[in-house]
């Protein structure tokens, strides 16, 4: 019944930022972990940073690590993603996924029940 709406993509400059917003239609905090992903054009999608509610656990791929940053709002009921200084390799469609129950760290696709439709974030060098 989770349904996401990503949204904040679009074209920006090496060494910009973006921040990617995720909407639930329902209590997002009622999920076990919200998680952000990405795919680039000919690869497989992969986790880009997790947050757990309780205790509010985050995790970060390697790659974006003191770049990006990943946060919840309750009162908003979103999920954001903020990301600094852009890189052309992080050029991709973003996903907002959801899942209801998990182990932490929950990184892989296969363990999201709720999917977004996708923004596209295109990094310019």
């Known amino acids: 019944q989770v349904q996401l709406v990503e949204s904040g993509g679009g074209l920006v400059q090496a060494g910009g930022s973006l921040r990617l917003s995720c909407a639930a239609s329902g209590r997002i905090f009622s999920s076990y972990a919200m998680g952000w992903f990405r795919q680039a054009p000919g690869k497989e999608r992969e986790v880009v940073a997790a947050?757990?509610?309780?205790?509010?656990?985050?995790y970060y791929q390697h790659s974006v690590k003191g770049r990006f940053t990943v946060s919840g709002d309750s009162a908003k009921n979103m999920v954001y993603l903020q990301m600094n200084n852009l890189k052309p390799e992080d050029t991709a469609v973003y996903y907002c996924?959801?899942?209801?129950?998990?182990?932490?760290?929950?990184?892989?696709?296969?363990?999201?029940?709720?999917w977004g439709q996708g923004t596209q974030v295109t990094v310019s060098s």
């Open positions: 996924a959801a899942v209801l129950k998990g182990s932490w760290p929950t990184i892989y696709t296969y363990e999201y029940d709720y």
């Open positions: 947050i757990r509610w309780s205790g509010s656990n985050t």
